[in-house]
């Protein structure tokens, strides 16, 4: 087997990893975006290839999925393929065209009548996370995809700890986390806790930013809410996404619950008004929350990706807001700049607002990976999804590692 890996050697995000059969047959793995765009060239997408495996659904994973051609089927996991849609929906897109196949975790199938795959599902602030364990020509491969031990699915890192794949070739293992090692809220039940304290003693309302998709943080954030007795409201497309990952993890709060209400955006309304979605928007008419806020402030908390500064205004007079910021710090500096970093910075710099930045990875610490490679005792290390492979490599070393190996993007490498 002949392994190239196109992204991701050195950086974090845009993975994509070729697995070349001996008869010829080729499977990748992840076609993710790039996060850092000093290498712009992607024409590696336009490869024929046999297969391709989807991860999770993460931008810097799928995000050129449809550059490749549209007979190539795609391997992606059920909850995932929901999402990847509904983004496309609440952003008025075209559904992607690709031929889907639908993965179930610990299914293994046989891909391309060559590839022996079995997907993993993991701990990862996506909802649905896998990691695949390839075999071909005698040879096995693990790819850790993101994952953590520290979730509400913290269970399936334990796991596979416990049960890991024998005989491993190569241990492909991100290392997001190499330089960011130092947390202040380590744990996703660290980040409930702190959000509780807040929000207990909130004398107007809180908002929480986050991704709509980290399903994770919403359930942290429910949980708070339910110790306080207050009310949680989300958008629609984030009751959209309850509504698909509840298809599989049906204990999960959506806006049935009566303390969660909907904030009735006209913008995002717009994109369901097809008659396939009645019956969703009689849900959300249903659980309106109306002008509801303006009456008792302190007894909401807003889950959403970016707050409306007009809703903010118009409650300042209620005393201060809480702000917490619950992604990754970095989204709010140059580099890595969301759409929305400009609207937190200028509300954390409010003498009426009260900021605090609350939030937990949702890739593994050091001590996780190394404890993941202990367990699977694989013949070869080989570090990717990071930008410090070197101090992989020398961590793993004090740790009693000797088989780690530094690869290079573009290089075919013999297993």
Aim: proline share 5%; with cysteine.
């Amino acid at each position: 087997m002949k392994i190239n890996i196109y992204r991701g050697t050195k950086e974090i995000g845009g993975n994509c990893i070729e697995l070349t059969a001996n008869n010829g047959k080729v499977l990748w793995i992840d076609i993710g975006a790039p996060l850092d765009l000093t290498n712009p060239d992607i024409s590696y997408t336009k490869k024929r290839v046999d297969a391709l495996l989807i991860s999770h659904p993460h931008q810097d994973h799928y995000g050129l999925m449809e550059n490749v051609d549209k007979s190539i089927p795609v391997y992606i996991g059920g909850v995932s393929l929901d999402l990847i849609r509904a983004t496309k929906i609440f952003l008025g897109k075209p559904m992607p065209t690709n031929i889907f196949m639908v993965l179930e975790p610990w299914d293994g199938k046989t891909i391309a009548d060559t590839f022996k795959v079995c997907p993993y599902l993991m701990d990862h602030s996506s909802p649905e996370a896998f990691a695949f364990l390839i075999e071909a020509d005698g040879k096995r491969v693990f790819y850790t995809g993101d994952f953590r031990s520290t979730g509400w699915k913290r269970k399936l890192y334990y796991k596979l700890l416990k049960e890991p794949p024998a005989k491993i070739d190569l241990l492909l293992t991100e290392g997001t986390m190499v330089e960011r090692s130092s947390q202040a809220y380590p744990t996703e039940k660290s980040v409930q806790e702190a959000i509780n304290k807040v929000i207990r003693e909130q004398q107007n309302v809180t908002f929480v930013v986050s991704s709509a998709q980290n399903i994770d943080r919403l359930v942290s954030v429910v949980k708070a809410c339910n110790t306080n007795k207050k009310k949680l409201v989300i958008d629609v497309y984030n009751a959209w996404v309850l509504d698909m990952v509840k298809k599989k993890a049906p204990n999960l709060p959506t806006i049935d619950w009566d303390n969660i209400l909907v904030y009735n955006h006209p913008h995002q309304l717009e994109k369901i008004a097809g008659v396939e979605y009645t019956s969703f928007r009689e849900r959300i008419a249903k659980n309106d929350i109306g002008n509801k806020v303006f009456g008792s402030p302190a007894e909401f908390v807003y889950f959403l990706r970016c707050p409306n500064t007009k809703l903010v205004k118009d409650l300042l007079h209620n005393g201060t807001i809480n702000l917490i910021y619950s992604q990754w710090k970095g989204y709010l500096e140059e580099g890595h700049k969301t759409y929305c970093a400009e609207t937190i910075q200028e509300l954390a710099d409010s003498k009426e607002v009260a900021f605090q930045h609350i939030h937990t990875s949702g890739h593994a610490t050091l001590f996780d990976l190394k404890r993941m490679a202990k367990a699977m005792d694989p013949k070869k290390i080989v570090p990717i999804h990071t930008e410090n492979p070197v101090k992989i490599q020398q961590e793993f070393v004090k740790a009693g590692f000797t088989n780690v190996e530094l690869w290079d993007d573009g290089i075919e490498y013999q297993l």
